[in-house]
């Protein structure tokens, strides 16, 4: 009768294995997405450089996001850790203020957290604002040779 059992029970858990790797693979994936101030719809984003979304955090409780602006000044690479990314009333929703100097070229890489998952993004810092279209996005951190590469980029006016 164990024989019995084990064969039927084996035979449940190969049915029900694919319904559990499907509803696995419908799961949205942890991401960043970026806007432009007047996405936030809140007085407080106005004077943001930008505001930023996550997207398929489940866990909100344990989302904690970062960020940095890296850029080079006069021929010198700096590093300026940001503080003034202000959550706003939408839960998931940030406006990243500017921290940085003027001069120079600038990229901000955020990195936003969510349980196990991570997720990163490169936003170049064009004379107008930041550049929708040249930011790179990722479901990692972004390495060090990634935001160098966006800086050369940024520099060599080929960031597209």
């Known amino acids: 009768m164990s024989i019995e059992f084990s064969k039927y029970y084996r ?6 294995s694919p319904l559990a790797c499907a509803q696995w693979a419908l799961a ?3 991401s960043l997405m970026i806007g432009s101030p007047v996405a936030a719809q809140n007085f407080q984003a106005k004077s943001a450089q930008f505001v930023f979304r996550t997207k398929g955090c489940g866990k909100l409780a344990k989302l904690q996001v970062s960020g940095n602006a890296e850029g080079v000044v006069n021929g010198i690479r700096k590093s300026i850790r940001l503080s003034r990314i ?3 009333p939408v839960a998931g929703v940030y406006a990243l203020h500017r921290e940085w100097p003027a001069e120079g070229i600038w990229v901000v890489n955020l990195t936003g957290r969510c349980d196990a998952a991570t997720a ?3 936003v170049p810092i064009g004379p107008n604002g930041f550049l929708r279209e040249s930011s790179k996005f990722f479901p ?3 390495t060090e ?3 160098e590469a966006s800086l050369k980029s940024l520099a060599t006016g080929t960031n597209k």
């Open 28 to 30: 949205e994936e942890f």
């Open 11 to 16: 035979l449940a858990l190969a049915a029900c």
């Open 140 to 142: 990692r951190s972004a």
């Open 145 to 147: 040779a990634e935001i």
């Open 86 to 88: 202000a959550a706003m």
């Open 120 to 122: 990163s993004a490169l």
